[in-house]
T-cell receptor, first 114, second 115 residues
Framework: GNSVTQMEGPVTLSEEAFLTINCTYTATGYPSLFWYVQYPGEGLQLLLKATKADDKGSNKGFEATYRKETTSFHLEKGSVQVSDSAVYFCALSSNSNSGYALNFGKGTSLLVTP | GAGVSQSPSNKVTEKGKDVELRCDPISGHTALYWYRQSLGQGLEFLIYFQGNSAPDKSGLPSDRFSAERTGGSVSTLTIQRTQQEDSAVYLC?????????????FGPGTRLTVT
């Protein structure tokens, strides 16, 4: 079945540091890939997505590229801010009897210090 | 416009009691999803509705769990004879449907604690 593996946290970085959160997936067919973010005390929200191989999703300075050859969708940001402190979830979906139900990774907690 | 709302926001119940969790999706969203977020299991998919129909109920953890959706809108997730392992945050999401993938918008969740 489909599955997502992402690096364990927590990740602690200083402000303006470079961020990479690794995500790899296993899936049949051609899933769509997502990064969701959960800020403290808030609900899950979509950060970015990519729907086919070599697509790059980007938002708020974050980027991730859909790499079919390595089955990866790593999240990167060149210069993190304190306000980026949150839990980040990598996810995939593909059409099935469950619609486009999301299959999530375990989440990576990011703490950015001033 | 209004987002996805869920009620109650918190629910504490005794083991063995039944609970009902409610989700109000974004108006016009025909797809509705329930997920559960727990420390041990992470985020797991429970059930999907297209309109009022749930084509696949295999994601529900046990036969104590059931869900319905009426009028293509509100959905309720019912847990009968609650157990301590049911303690989790229950999330609802809704989306448009059509050709391709649409963003799922999540509600704030219902935190269920079974004592």
């Amino acid at each position: 079945g489909n599955s997502v593996t992402q690096m364990e946290g927590p990740v602690t970085l200083s402000e303006e540091a470079f961020l990479t959160i690794n995500c790899t997936y296993t899936a049949t067919g051609y899933p769509s890939l997502f990064w969701y973010v959960q800020y403290p005390g808030e609900g899950l929200q979509l950060l970015l997505k990519a729907t086919k191989a070599d697509d790059k999703g980007s938002n708020k300075g974050f980027e991730a590229t859909y790499r079919k050859e390595t089955t990866s969708f790593h999240l990167e940001k060149g210069s993190v801010q304190v306000s980026d402190s949150a839990v980040y979830f990598c996810a995939l979906s593909s059409n099935s009897n469950s619609g486009y139900a999301l299959n999530f990774g375990k989440g990576t907690s990011l703490l950015v210090t001033p | 416009g209004a987002g996805v709302s869920q009620s109650p926001s918190n629910k504490v119940t005794e083991k063995g009691k039944d609970v009902e969790l409610r989700c109000d999706p974004i108006s016009g969203h025909t797809a509705l999803y329930w997920y559960r977020q727990s420390l041990g299991q992470g985020l797991e998919f429970l059930i999907y509705f297209q309109g009022n129909s749930a084509p696949d109920k295999s994601g529900l953890p046990s036969d104590r769990f059931s869900a319905e959706r009426t009028g293509g809108s509100v959905s309720t997730l019912t847990i009968q004879r609650t157990q301590q392992e049911d303690s989790a945050v229950y999330l609802c999401a809704s989306s448009l449907t059509g050709t391709g993938v649409y963003e799922q918008y999540f509600g704030p969740g219902t935190r269920l604690t079974v004592t």
